[in-house]
């Protein structure tokens, strides 16, 4: 993910419109991507993943587009709920038992 | 599922003292556990990796003798703030290695607040 930036850049959307939160990665090296929901005062909860040999993957509400020609991630969630409002951080790893670089994140404040 | 927990899940202590934070993996075995930190509106950045049974591996700028971690078993890793400051005031987030390639399994996090 990139360095950790100084303030979260946010995404407002009404409630029912899809999102789309982006992400750029800097370590060509790494095959597997994760992104994570962080509620205020709370820990980091795992939302969808994917690895470096696929380009899209697909969960309930939430796609992950990974492209590794640029080096980018994005995250889409169809239909935003009210309880999607979170910050939403990608990140990076080389494998099992490598830490996670983290994204700066982005603040998804959906709105009715 | 794989659990984490964090305990405790906040703490206030006054400058000077020291602090131990524990992480266990719940129903789980975890060969390795990480240490993050996360400042006010910013993203998680890693302190160290800890194996069980081993030292553990701290991030560049990360004082050792500062951050203890422990990880004397395959279900807990602690770290200990020592002598706090002000200035060690976050929110302290831990993980465990899951047996799925590359997944990792986060604890609640542990807010600490040094007056």
């Not at chain 1, 080096?71 to 490598?98: R, W």
């Not at chain 2, 987030?93 to 590359?102: D, M, N, P, T, V």
Request: aromatic share 10%; net charge neutral.
């Amino acid at each position: 993910g990139e360095s950790v930036g100084l303030h979260l850049p946010t995404l407002s959307v009404q409630e029912g419109d899809n999102s789309i939160i982006n992400c750029a990665y800097s370590n060509s090296a790494s095959d597997y991507f994760i992104w994570y929901k962080q509620e205020s005062g709370k820990g980091p909860q795992f939302i969808i993943d994917i690895r470096s040999n696929m380009d899209k993957r697909q969960g309930q509400r939430v796609t992950v587009l990974l492209n590794k020609t640029v080096k980018h991630l994005s995250l889409q969630i169809a239909a935003t709920q009210p309880g999607d409002s979170a910050v939403y951080f990608c990140a990076e790893n080389m494998g099992s038992g490598y830490a996670l670089n983290f994204g700066k994140g982005t603040s998804l404040l959906v709105t009715p | 599922g794989a659990v984490v927990s964090q305990h405790p899940s906040w703490v206030i202590c006054k400058s000077g003292t020291s602090v131990k934070i524990e992480c266990r993996s719940l129903d789980f075995q975890a060969t390795t556990m990480f240490w993050y930190r996360q400042f006010p509106k910013q993203s998680l950045m890693l302190m160290a990796t800890s194996n069980e049974g081993s030292k553990a591996t701290y991030e560049q700028g990360v004082e050792k003798d500062k951050f203890l971690i422990n990880h004397a078993s395959l279900t807990l890793s602690t770290l200990t703030v020592t002598s706090a400051h002000p200035e060690d005031s976050s929110f302290y987030i831990c993980s465990a290695s899951g047996q799925r390639y590359g997944e990792q399994y986060f604890g609640p996090g542990t807010r600490l607040t040094v007056t």
